[in-house]
Nanobody
Framework: QAQLVESGGGLVQAGGSLRLSCQAS????????MGWFRQAPGKERVFVAA????????YYADSVKGRFTISRDNAKNTVFLQMNSLKPEDTAVYYC?????????????????WGQGTQVTVSS
């Protein structure tokens, strides 16, 4: 079992920044790959970014490449998503997820555990 708790969401103006955190507990954090997804109202949950177990490998959706950075601190069982140059279209509930296979996956059904989500709203 793994428990994931996101934090750091909020309301920000376009062009601003936010840093999301996801605190993991319940199993060996360093053995899982981690990902961030987002879901806007009325839309499907989509991939944002993923990071390998060690943090050496990362992958981003084209829509956030160059603006968002995923990182992790295995000593603190935490994964981060630094979001810069935010746009109104980034508005969504952001979820972190854990992939027990340790792959850098991009599809929601490849992940085994999910957090409850944190709302990010970007005003124009």
């Amino acid at each position: 079992q793994a428990q994931l708790v996101e934090s750091g969401g909020g309301l920000v103006q376009a062009g601003g920044s936010l840093r999301l955190s996801c605190q993991a507990s319940g199993r060996t954090f360093s053995s899982t790959a981690m990902g961030w997804f987002r879901q806007a109202p009325g839309k499907e949950r989509v991939f944002v970014a993923a990071i390998s177990r060690s943090g050496a490998n990362t992958y981003y959706a084209d829509s956030v490449k160059g603006r968002f950075t995923i990182s992790r601190d295995n000593a603190k069982n935490t994964v981060f998503l630094q979001m810069n140059s935010l746009k109104p279209e980034d508005t969504a509930v952001y979820y972190c997820a854990a992939d027990l296979l340790g792959t850098v996956a991009t599809k929601p059904d490849e992940y085994d555990y999910w957090g409850q989500g944190t709302q990010v709203t970007v005003s124009s």
